[in-house]
């Protein structure tokens, strides 16, 4: 009985009791399988429980391509996929994962991304879930995404991305692509594709307009709200993934969009960067050795010696309030430890543990004395943000020089990942 | 309009939907129908998507097309999970046991494990674009006076969202419905004629009111799947009342025999029934292809051990009870009585502690509304007064002799008044002490006298605290 080989195949299934006649499917479970009746509902079976398995007749593998619509009148656009929820679809056939990885089936999907622009060209470097990325797909994503911009035929590029650490990648392709000049749009989806309330359809229509829009940023487009209604183009070193399942789960930190886009039109909120016709190149070096702690009640600061030990050249420390760890009255404190680390080379920089709000260690003395250590405070800059500069700035030898370099370049606006003016 | 229903080759299966009475089944929100205004109005667009092997579902397409816009009002009785905006919890374990009693009743087979689907909806009624539904049995059987009748499946689903406002290109809905368990029952196209598809879908009704499901109007749904031969199926939805069923469907099959007569064949689709028994066009018949599986939940597996436990708790039928009842010694019309009140749960508590069957019915039925009438209070208020706690606790002095069967309308009367139930019992035994002394006193100031002769003198001094026969127990008592 070669249950495995004959997915996908309409079969008559014998078990001690009953013959069930359907499609076999594989199931989720190992050492069961799944049939998919007439009336389309699925019933699960253990595999040692079948006497027999009779083939009635094979399943068909329909497939049609096709070249979806091309216009004159319509700019072109590029997409680059991937992974993640947006661009994965279940085969209910056959079971298995199917990737959205061809512009018919982009088509299929999302006819409505095809509207208004031409997807002249779809990339894909790799097919990941967001929460297996590091710095190195970063950097590929990055070399495509330059190649594409460089092309004078594309207007703008639309990434499409996995959200758990897509605030990541946002913020690293902020800094690894230099002398931006076209929108780079990172878009996603947090309903899967296949239902009809995506919301992957409507942050693709708005990010077909973005791509084609004057906003030479890094931005992240996503529903602003719970609606079905608009989107907001977020920057990409401001943004974090603040919900895990809302529509609505990026929210801009110490910050404000750069639009609000419709399906039908697009309104500048805030001061973006012009689309300009200069060649861009990627910047991505990046050192690994980098690490982002959170810091908490009681902890011992025994953990940095573990990063030292091996070998981080940096960390970013996740700090309370405006900038605070255990001190000298805490039953661990950390300042002696902070002094020491540093002193053998290790950064140590600070961001907020609230997300919202800026940093400042000179309100109290806790803070003074942790500044005094020689702590790197990174005002209101993301702590996500914050690890990914890090190991940004860290990766350039020129800059690696001195921990002085090293403070100038993170505290400077590189890719407006600081605000001194707060609103909120 | 009598037809050879044999002849035409009338064909007919009932689909039954049912709410149970528990949590909404995919996450923990109660399961409560609101009239006041929304918290929040939500809105959103629904795309059709491409299904099975890129197959629009014809029904899917069909609605799809019409571009709407909906909105969907929340409440402080609906989460994230309603509004599609969080992953489903893990399914109502307390539905999923009621939907195995009904499966149970209904004599049919439990699948172990059955994957939750995903049935593609898109006029906006699911949030999601699909509706979540699970096969829990199939092969069943009910017997009719016309003959057994097959049950083909039993699913678990959620209900809808209810429409509250249709405009032209948009749909207002309410988030309160949506969740709601749903029991579907289809049965097999064994239903020969329209007399028999009523008394199925009654037989079906007692069934399911034996178990814990919702009541009211608008929680029990009925659609018949109809066709004669040379003709489409057709699924009528909308009736409420079983009433109106029998002529729909007389007036369904005079539809059909009109094509059918002409040469021609009707169209497989649903239709809706008004309130004259007469259809109008509604959908399209959906197809198999709109079915995928739920991802974001495992595979429902059904343990024998919870079908054992489920079988052995199985609810009795209402004609099962009002056989045990009667057994019991009570009367026909206590019988129906109980069930017209709703009182059987309370009955059943009180049978327990006592096994009166007519002293409780007494209790339950009778001596409220004696009380309210004699008191010229309402029964509600009377019957909050008695609550089933003063029952017992009225019940158990009757056991425990601390009162008589007979004191306890006076008993009763008293609590009504407002006196503590412990009070209420206590002063009838100081009432009595009182007499005995009062008792004793008159046989020492006129000794000699018969017993009778004292029995005047008591009842005329105790002014009808103690009956005759109480009174003459104690004056032998004395005399002796």
Known sequence: MEIDKNFGNYVEVETGKKIYEGTLLPSPETGAFLLKLENGYNIGFNKKDILKLKVIRKGKDEKKEFNPPFSEDKKNIAVIITGGTIAARLNPEKGGVDWLTTPDVMFRFYPELFDKVNVKKIEVPFMKASEDMDYKDWQEIAKVAVRLLNDSEIEGIIITHGTDFLHYTSAALSFFIKNLNKPVVLTYSQRSIDRGSSDANLNLQCSSIAAISDIAEVMLIGHATENDDFCYAMPGAKVRKMHSSRRDAFKVVNSEPFAKISQNKIEGISKYKIRNKGKVVADSKFEEKVALVKVYPGQDPDILDYYLKKGYKGIVLEFSGLGHAPTLRARKSWIKKLKEVQEKGLIVCASAQTIYGRLNPLVYSNGRELLETGIIYLEDMLSETAYVKLGWVLGHKEWAVSKEKIKEKMLENVAGEFNNRLVE | ?480
């Open chain 2, 1 to 480: 309009m009598a037809f050879d229903y044999k002849k035409l080759g009338f064909k007919a299966g009932l689909e039954i939907h049912q709410q149970l009475d528990t949590h909404k089944l995919f996450c923990e929100c109660p399961s409560v129908l609101r009239t006041d205004e929304p918290l929040s109005v939500v809105k959103r667009k629904i795309h059709v998507v491409a299904g099975e092997g890129g197959k629009v579902d014809v029904a899917a397409k069909f609605q799809g097309e019409m571009e709407k816009e909906f909105f969907y009002q929340t409440y402080d009785t609906t989460c994230l999970v309603e509004l599609d905006e969080e992953p489903p919890h893990e399914i109502n374990s307390e539905a999923v046991k009621i939907a195995l009693e009904i499966a149970l009743l209904l004599n049919c087979e439990i699948f172990p494990a059955t994957e939750i689907m995903r049935k593609t909806i898109v006029n906006g009624s699911n949030t999601s674009g699909f509706q979540r539904t699970v096969l829990i049995a199939h092969g069943g059987y009910i017997e009719t006076s016309e003959g057994k009748v097959g049950i083909n499946s039993i699913y678990l689903e959620e209900d809808s969202a209810r429409p509250v406002e249709k405009g032209e290109s948009s749909v207002v809905y309410r988030l309160d419905r949506l969740g709601i368990p749903l029991l579907e029952i289809s049965t097999d196209p064994d239903l020969k004629s329209p007399s028999q598809v009523k008394e199925a879908a009654l037989k079906i009704g007692e069934i399911l009111r034996s178990t814990k499901v919702r009541r009211g109007i608008g929680t029990i749904r009925q659609d018949v799947n109809i066709s004669i031969k040379g003709g489409r199926r057709v699924e009528i939805k909308g009736f409420q009342d079983p009433k109106i069923m029998e002529k729909c469907i007389e007036i369904e099959v005079l539809r059909q025999k009109s094509f059918v007569d002409k040469g021609e064949k009707n169209a497989s689709e649903v239709r809706n029934c008004l309130p004259d028994g007469t259809t109008v066009f509604l959908r399209p018949m959906p197809g198999s292809s709109r079915m995928y599986p739920e991802t974001d939940l495992p595979i429902l597996k059904v343990s024998r051990d919870l079908i054992s436990q489920v079988k052995k708790n199985l609810p009795k039928l209402k004609s099962e009870l009002e056989e045990e009842l009667k057994n019991q010694g009570l009367s026909e019309e206590m019988i129906s009585l109980l069930f017209k009140e709703g009182k059987l749960q309370e009955y059943k508590e009180l049978y327990e502690i006592s096994g009166n069957p007519k002293l409780i019915s007494k209790l339950l039925l009778l001596l409220p509304k004696e009380i309210a009438k004699k008191e010229g209070k309402k029964i509600e208020e009377i019957e909050e007064t008695l609550s089933s706690d003063v029952l017992i606790f009225v019940l158990e002095s009757v056991y425990k002799e601390k009162i008589q069967e007979k004191d306890v309308k006076h008993v009763l009367e008293k609590i009504v008044t407002g006196i503590p139930p412990q009070e209420a019992i206590k002063l009838e035994k100081e009432d009595f002490s009182d007499i005995e002394e009062k008792i004793m006193n008159i046989l020492k100031e006129k000794p000699g006298l018969s017993p009778n002769a004292y029995m005047g003198l008591v009842m005329n001094e105790s002014k009808g605290k103690i009956s005759g026969e109480d009174a003459m127990k104690i004056i032998r008592k004395f005399l002796k």
